[in-house]
């Protein structure tokens, strides 16, 4: 069964980067479409960015648009997060997720916001921003 595993994560100041990965076990339909998502303390746990296969984003939330790039690494097992011109509201522990089937772009992108459409999670990781 598929396993994914952050890292990346860490302490920065405002206005600086991080760049966020997720190994996956391996590459398969069920894997197709991934997300990145966080958890603040005292919040629920929100959807940040996802992805579909090879054909790309499908989905960023509204307030990370423009600052965070999720992409796809060439040997298929890597999800990466790039996050630029972090602020103090971008503290959080980030998770990576396999969504559930059925498996599409529409559904990769247009159900990205439920946690309850993924079905396999990484352990997390802490970025901190202050």
Not at 51 to 78: E, M, Q
Not at 91 to 113: H, L
């Amino acid at each position: 069964h598929v396993q994914l595993v952050e890292s990346g994560g860490g302490s920065v100041q405002p206005g600086g980067s991080l760049r966020l990965s997720c190994a996956v076990s391996k590459y398969t339909i069920g894997t197709y479409c991934m997300g990145w998502f966080r958890q603040a303390p005292g919040k629920e746990r929100e959807a940040v960015a996802t992805l579909y296969a090879t054909v790309g984003p499908a989905y960023y939330a509204d307030s990370i648009k423009g600052r965070f790039t999720i992409s796809r690494g060439s040997d298929l097992n890597t999800v990466t997060l790039q996050m630029n011109n972090l602020g103090p509201e971008d503290t959080a522990t980030y998770y990576c997720a396999a969504m559930t089937p059925p498996f599409s772009y529409a559904r990769c992108k247009g159900d990205a916001e439920n946690p309850a459409n993924f079905r396999v999670w990484g352990q997390g990781t802490q970025v901190t921003v202050s």
